[in-house]
């Protein structure tokens, strides 16, 4: 079992960045595929972000390309999503998840955190 924990989301004003971290529990974290996704009101769950095992390959939702940027610490278990010029239609709870997989990209997500919200203002 692997917990997650996000951290790091907020009130923010259109244009501003935002940093999103995740603490991940798993004893072997290099072996995991890390995601983002988030879900606005009213809204289903969407893939945001994906980062591979070492970090050398990613991948974004088309409308976050260019202004978020995903990486990975395997010292320390954690994964980081850097969003800048945020939009209003950022606004969501935003959700770190996990897969063990030698898949790439990973098919589905095993473990998922508490999410965290982020609002942007216009």
């Known amino acids: 079992q692997v917990q997650l924990v996000e951290s790091g989301g907020g009130l923010m004003?259109?244009?501003g960045s935002l940093k999103l971290s995740c603490a991940a529990s798993a004893r072997t974290f290099s072996r995991y595929v890390m995601g983002w996704f988030r879900q606005a009101p009213g809204k289903e769950r969407e893939?945001?972000?994906a980062i591979s095992w070492r970090g050398s390959s990613t991948a974004y939702e088309?409308?976050?390309?260019g202004r978020f940027t995903i990486s990975r610490d395997n010292?320390?278990?954690?994964?980081?999503?850097?969003m800048n010029r945020l939009k209003p239609e950022d606004t969501a709870v935003y959700y770190c998840a996990a897969k063990e997989t030698a898949r790439w990209p990973a098919?589905?997500?095993d473990f998922w955190g508490q999410g965290t919200q982020v609002t942007v203002s216009s």
């Not at 010292?75 to 850097?82: D, E, G, I, M």
């Open 75 to 82: 010292a320390k278990n954690t994964v980081s999503l850097q």
């Open 47 to 49: 893939f945001v972000s």
């Open 107 to 109: 098919p589905e997500y």
């Open 13 to 15: 004003q259109a244009g």
């Open 62 to 65: 088309d409308s976050v390309k």
